[in-house]
């Protein structure tokens, strides 16, 4: 068998270039449209004087980003952005890795408990605010009367009453409806775990605690540490439930850089001003972005 | 004879598709989403169109909460609805861009017609011109249930002294003597300022559009708010006007100062209409009249046409007769009120069964209308500010400032016309 002349693989190696580029090119069209062309027009927006949708505005340079950089408000949401998302990762993980070590055992009813522990993240964001919203009133809400005749508390509390309580309640609601998100990821990470390691350990006389934190913890690290960096953007792009349950109060105290941005530019009708935060907000993301990808390489090796 | 019946045929059919090409289409956006309001609407959308075959009338219903970002972007991509329903702080952001058309001189036909109310016409006079039609009136008043406040002994207070003393004697048993909401909404901005309106607080801006917030009689108005939230439920600081009507039907509040609660009432509250008190919200101490939020919504006009002009005059008059008019208001019994003398007296709006039933609350509520206002669009003081002012619920900030983080209210004041100066800058 003789190898084609030198001419010929170049041509054919051409071919196939053009060929891989023709495949991606449906791919690359549908990223650049939805996502170059937004982050363009956000670009264009965040240097303008727009205040509403539909205004043309004037060019006013990056005004704009020294406002914001200036904006007492804007690193007062960063820093509520940071505690949501630092307590988001630590309730959720310590949750979901309770949850999935339990579902990972064998019991009678484990596959059911494995699809019936899908259901608060299954139920719709607007259900799963109204459902707390109920269970935490003053008015019929079932939580209070709980913890007063359990001997907790004396009297009915609000668990929105405060900047702290509201942060702290609304960390666990939040918490609550990802964590079997993140049940399922370790969940599929200790199965691929070899069982016979354990088997071993066991065998060496290895205890219970000296098993999970010698072999599944550590084997458990490269799954936690991508579910690090997914998790701390999933849960920093969290709106929804903060804007349905407390919009941002009370007194600011869980206005966090989503809500602001929002609020800058639907409420306080500075769509430029906004603009300029969500490029600063994005930017701040993609450089932990990839200094966690970094440090997942470092960690993993050649 | 048999020569001519084609030709008759086909001018029948050129005249019958040169009528349809006549009909003026309006389309109509408002935000009242509930399904039985929405069936209410179309049912009279299309006696209109059935009595009118040169006039086609669609609705679609929108959302409040997406209306303020929606209808701007729909301009701008030119599918803007012909006439879109609106709440005061509504207008000014249409009107900057240049799309709102001025209705003054049909309002006056409107008027002579019907008597519209002075102060829904008010809220939307400014600048030379009329921005909106007034189409239903909601304002704020002190609900109660009567059979709490006369086992405990108590009359229906009048001012803020009394007000203060029912409520703290009405607190017990697990019952809280009132339910005042302190979240950063405008449910808040609104009972906020029927407190300020009741000190002689009502303006916000100066004719010359600096502001007029910051004041003696503002602060005192916080003050007395900030009093009141100790007896009012712990998590109030995330209510919105549900939570406030549930407190309320479930009995957990004495009272609660809302625009209404007669549906609530009626079907989770036990429906006894003798039981339901409504009465003016409780004027501060040496000032003579009761005063409370109120405002109308209302329908702007945004096709720039005089064909959809005359076509949008033909519906709203048709709308506003006595006879079609009740209905339209009892699209939510006991919510909508009239802003017609005509209206208000109007056997279509008296005839649905839970007006009568709740006939002397609804008189009431007329009653308490006469004298509302709404922050920002006092005394032909408005300026563009108001709607971002309003969509950030500074006056809320405020209340939460002094109920959640304890700051003197007079500061908090000060502090609040600081953040109103930011925005309207």
């Known amino acids: ?302 | 004879m048999t020569r001519l019946t084609p030709t008759l045929t086909l001018a029948a059919l050129l005249m019958a598709s040169g009528a349809a090409v006549a009909q003026t289409e309006l389309m109509l956006w408002h935000m009242e989403q509930p399904p039985h309001r929405v069936e209410r609407i179309q049912v009279l959308i299309d006696e209109f169109n059935a009595a009118h075959p040169d006039i086609v009338v669609r609705q679609e219903p929108q959302n409040w909460g997406e209306i303020y970002a929606k209808a701007p972007a729909a301009l701008a991509a030119g599918n803007a609805p012909d006439m879109l329903f609106a709440i005061p702080d509504f207008v000014p952001i249409l009107k900057e861009l240049g799309a709102v058309q001025d209705v003054g001189a049909f309002v006056v036909t409107l008027d002579e017609r019907h008597d519209l109310l002075d102060s829904a016409v008010a809220s939307y006079s400014y600048d030379n011109g009329v921005w909106a039609v007034p189409l239903y009136n909601m304002a704020m008043s002190l609900w109660y249930h009567r059979d709490m406040f006369e086992t405990a002994g108590i009359a229906v207070p009048s001012t803020w002294t009394e007000w203060l003393a029912a409520t703290e004697a009405l607190t017990k048993d697990g019952v809280f003597g009132i339910g005042l909401p302190a979240s950063k909404g405008l449910y808040t901005d609104q009972v906020i300022y029927t407190f300020m309106a009741n000190n002689g607080a009502s303006e916000i801006y100066n004719a010359d559009g600096s502001f007029a917030f910051d004041t003696p009689a503002t602060a005192e108005a916080y003050a007395m708010a900030a009093a009141m939230q100790q007896f009012s439920p712990p998590d109030s600081a995330g209510w919105f006007w549900g939570d406030a009507e549930a407190c309320f039907a479930s009995r957990a509040c004495a009272s609660i100062v809302q625009f209404t609660t007669i549906t609530t009432f009626d079907t989770q509250g036990g429906g006894n209409a003798a039981a339901l008190g409504v009465a003016p919200i409780p004027r501060a101490d040496g000032q003579s009249d009761h005063a409370t939020i109120a405002y109308a919504n209302a329908v702007m006009l945004l096709a720039d046409d005089a064909e959809k002009r005359a076509a949008f005059e033909t519906f709203i008059t048709w709308l506003m007769e006595p006879a079609k008019y009740g209905r339209f208001l009892n699209m939510e019994p006991g919510l909508f009120l009239p802003v017609t003398a005509d209206g208000a007296s109007a056997e279509s709006f008296w005839a649905n069964p839970m007006a009568q039933k709740y006939r002397s609350q609804i008189e009431t509520m007329i009653a308490n209308s006469a004298n509302g206002r709404l922050f920002g669009f006092t005394g032909g003081n408005t300026f563009p500010s108001i709607a971002p002012i309003s969509g950030q619920n500074v006056l809320s900030e405020v209340l939460q400032a002094v109920v959640i983080d304890g700051a003197d209210p007079a500061a908090a004041v000060a502090a609040g016309q600081a953040r109103m100066e930011e925005i309207a800058q």
């Open chain 1, 1 to 302: 068998m003789t190898s084609a002349p030198v001419p010929v693989r170049v041509a054919r190696r051409l071919s196939e270039r053009r060929l891989a580029i023709l495949f991606v090119a449906p791919a690359l069209l549908l990223l650049a449209v939805t996502l170059v062309w937004p982050l363009i027009l956000a670009l264009d927006l965040s240097v303008r004087d727009v205040r509403f949708i539909g205004q043309s505005g004037d060019f006013v340079g990056l005004a704009n980003y020294a406002d914001t950089l200036n904006s007492t408000r804007f690193w007062e949401s960063a820093g509520r952005s940071l505690i949501w998302v630092v307590g988001n990762a630590v309730v959720q993980t310590a949750l979901a890795l309770a949850a999935a070590l339990i579902l990972h055992q064998r019991f009678p009813g484990v596959q059911i408990a494995r699809v019936w522990i899908l259901l608060t993240w299954i139920v719709p964001t607007v259900v799963v605010v109204i459902i707390w919203r109920w269970l935490l009133s003053n008015s019929g809400g079932m939580i209070n009367p709980l913890l007063v005749q359990s001997g907790v508390i004396n009297a009915p509390v609000g668990f929105f009453a405060s900047r702290e309580s509201a942060m702290t309640t609304l960390i666990l609601i939040n918490a609550w409806r990802w964590f079997p998100f993140v049940t399922l990821m370790i969940l599929a990470a200790l199965t691929r775990i070899p069982a016979d390691l354990d088997e071993a350990a066991r065998m060496d006389g290895a205890g219970r605690w000296k098993r999970f934190s010698r072999i599944t913890w550590p084997l458990l690290q490269p799954t936690l540490a991508v579910l690090l960096v997914v998790g701390t953007l999933l849960s920093f792009n969290v709106f929804d439930i903060i804007w349905l349950i407390t919009a941002g109060g009370p007194s600011a105290g869980t206005q966090t850089l989503p809500v602001l941005i929002y609020e800058t530019a639907f409420r306080g009708y500075e769509m430029s001003q906004a603009a300029a935060m969500s490029v600063l907000t994005g930017l701040f993301l993609m450089v932990f972005a990839v200094m966690a990808s970094r440090g997942m390489s470092r960690e993993a090796g050649p």
